[in-house]
Each structure stands twice: as structure tokens, then as C-alpha cells.
């Protein structure tokens, strides 16, 4: 008898704990992780290089549409930096969605990019495809990216066309 008093108890306290957490606005995380993700694309489009680096976790990994996975903060310092000395080089993306988890401390983002760079012999070549990316709520309360995917071609749902993903020459 003394140990379904007992458990009954320890089952009330969880109950009791449970019912005290503050209910999350999972409509204003949402907000905040899309304005996350437009904010760091105003950053690359404003070539604030520093302020760029903020949006990415220190353990974060890229996964390019064409090339190996870049992995971690300094790895991809390099490859930020390896990408904006090529002549012509730019970036640029719209974020078109944001979703939540239910305790608001993993989300995803996304959208379509462009891209310009050099081609293998010198002409600027244009690609454009869609990408997701994971992020994680900081204990400060701000969101960082974790991994970014990216691919070739645009998914019609993200406002683009389908498009054989191949880049296109300029």
C-alpha cells in the first residue's frame, strides 16, 4: 500500500513538472528562424564576411551540390574564402520556408540559391538549385545552422522551374 502511495506521488510531482513548462510559440520560433535565415543571406549579399561566419555552428557541415562535404567551422572559413577570390564569384538565396520541432530547439529552412563562378576555362557559368538547412537554437536563444545541403535544379513548390541541373554558361 505505502509503495502505490508513493508512486502515485512521484506520478502527480511529474505531472505537476510537466504542466509548469512554459508553452512554446512555435508560430514566432518559426518567424524567427526564417528572419535567421534571411538575415544571413542579407549578410552575404552585403559581403559581411564576419557576419556570415556567426549564422554556421563550429561543428557545422556544407554539403555542396558538386564536390566533398566541408566540414567544420575553419574548413569552411577556407572554403568561404577560396570561393570569393575567384573572379566573378557570388551567392545569393530566398529562403521560401522555415519548420520547427516541437520544443523549438531543431529546425529547417528553405529555398532556392543562385550561383556565379568561373568555369573550367574561364567564363562565368550560372547555376541555380534548392538546399535545406538544419539548425540549432543556441542557449542565448539564437538559431545557427548545423548542416546545409544543397542541389542542382529547382523544385517547382520552392518558385522555380524544373531544370536538368546542369549549370548554364553566360
Known amino acids: 500500500?505505502?509503495?502505490?502511495?508513493?508512486?502515485?506521488?512521484?506520478?502527480?510531482?511529474?505531472?505537476?513538472?510537466?504542466?509548469?513548462?512554459?508553452?512554446?510559440?512555435?508560430?514566432?520560433?518559426?518567424?524567427?528562424?526564417f528572419h535567421a535565415d534571411e538575415s544571413w543571406a542579407a549578410a552575404v549579399e552585403a559581403e559581411d564576411v564576419e557576419r556570415v561566419f556567426t549564422f554556421w555552428t563550429d561543428d557545422a557541415v556544407i554539403y555542396p551540390p558538386v564536390g566533398p562535404?566541408?566540414?567544420?567551422?575553419?574548413?569552411?572559413?577556407?572554403?568561404?574564402r577560396q570561393s570569393r577570390q575567384q573572379?566573378?564569384?557570388?551567392i545569393g538565396w530566398s529562403p521560401t520556408g522555415a519548420e520547427v520541432s516541437s520544443t523549438a530547439d531543431v529546425g529547417y529552412t528553405f529555398g532556392a540559391w543562385e550561383r556565379t563562378a568561373p568555369g573550367p576555362n574561364g567564363t562565368l557559368v550560372s547555376s541555380a538549385g534548392t538546399y535545406v538547412s538544419i539548425w540549432r537554437k543556441q542557449p542565448d536563444g539564437t538559431w545557427r545552422c548545423s548542416v546545409e545541403i544543397s542541389q542542382l535544379g529547382r523544385l517547382p513548390n520552392l518558385g522555380g522551374t524544373l531544370s536538368p541541373g546542369e549549370p548554364t554558361a553566360q
Open 87 to 90: 573572379e566573378g564569384f557570388a
Open 1 to 33: 500500500m505505502r509503495l502505490t502511495r508513493e508512486r502515485l506521488r512521484v506520478g502527480f510531482v511529474c505531472l505537476l513538472a510537466a504542466a509548469c513548462q512554459p508553452e512554446i510559440d512555435l508560430e514566432a520560433e518559426r518567424a524567427a528562424l
Open 69 to 80: 562535404a566541408v566540414e567544420g567551422i575553419e574548413a569552411i572559413r577556407e572554403f568561404v
